[in-house]
């Protein structure tokens, strides 16, 4: 009798157990994977680097480099500006944190030259999370401090993002104009170095295509004295369309080299201001 006891006992300690860890294990699923008890990550939210970004006014600019500086808790951000034609607005910028996006900060501004900058944000906390850099365009007889919010939001031409999750680490010791002149010429002489390298891509596809079509029209033409009268108009025919395809991609072709050409003037004089500037 106590033999039958002691085993009903071990079975509803058992089951008791196997209950559990079936609760357990269904519980773990449940709470470590609900949004709801643990909040998902934020998406990184940061401005490509070299894409340029047309702004409402017409303008466009280019964001080429982003970094921090975690002793000087400084961030600099380098970018361009190409102004439209008719525009007289100043260019006027600004930065706040996602956790406060109604409290703007001033940005210095370390270097300006031909429509080029470089920002500094100071005092920028190691947890600053995400940030927006902010542009305005305001006209030379205002001050934006005194606008109203409805007169900034109508001024602003776009943001600029850095997440503190993707941004690049760097050294903020030096200020020196040299330098930044040397960053700006030798991302241009990079973004000059990938055009010549499309262009010239490109005039030797041209010059395939015409040598493929000269093959084919020599090839029809060889046909001709073999074709009964209707097939020798239809096919004369064919090698006119040849001809004139022809004929237009040789003026393409004629532009594309004459691209070439200035893109590989352009790059040898980047290469000698980039020289100058390394002495």
Do not use: C
């Not at 525009?87 to 406060?100: E, L, M, Q």
């Not at 041209?206 to 493929?212: D, E, F, P, V, W």
């Not at 079509?213 to 004369?236: A, F, H, M, W």
């Amino acid at each position: 009798m106590r033999r039958q006891t002691r085993r009903r006992l071990t079975q509803n300690v058992s089951r008791f157990y196997l209950v559990l860890g079936v609760f357990f294990v269904i519980g773990f699923l449940f709470f470590g994977t609900s949004s709801f008890f643990f909040a998902e990550e934020a998406p990184v939210n940061e401005t490509p680097i070299n894409e340029a970004i047309r702004l409402s006014n017409g303008e466009t600019v280019t964001l080429h480099a982003s970094s921090y500086d975690t002793e000087a808790k400084t961030i600099r951000i380098r970018l361009s500006l190409d102004d439209a034609p008719d525009n007289t607005n100043n260019h006027v910028f600004r930065y706040v944190y996602k956790a406060r996006p109604d409290a703007e900060k001033k940005v210095t501004l370390l270097y300006e030259r031909n429509d080029q900058y470089v920002l500094e944000l100071k005092d920028v906390p190691r947890d600053f999370d995400q940030l927006a850099v902010r542009i305005y365009g305001v006209d030379e007889s205002q001050s934006i401090d005194t606008f109203t919010p409805e007169e900034r939001e109508n001024s602003l031409l776009t943001s600029l993002y850095a997440d503190r999750r993707t941004i690049e680490q760097a050294n903020h010791s030096s200020s020196d104009e040299t330098t930044f002149t040397r960053l700006f010429v030798e991302d241009e002489l990079t973004e000059t170095e990938r055009q010549l390298e499309t262009a010239q891509q490109s005039v030797e596809a041209q010059r395939k295509q015409i040598k493929r079509l000269d093959r084919n029209k020599k090839e029809l033409e060889g046909e001709l004295p073999y074709l009964s009268l209707d097939e020798q108009v239809e096919q004369e025919n064919e090698i006119f369309n040849l001809g004139r395809k022809r004929d237009e991609i040789t003026l393409e072709l004629e532009k594309l080299e004459q691209s070439v050409q200035a893109l590989e003037e352009k790059h040898d004089k980047l290469r000698v201001r980039l020289r100058e500037l390394s002495i």
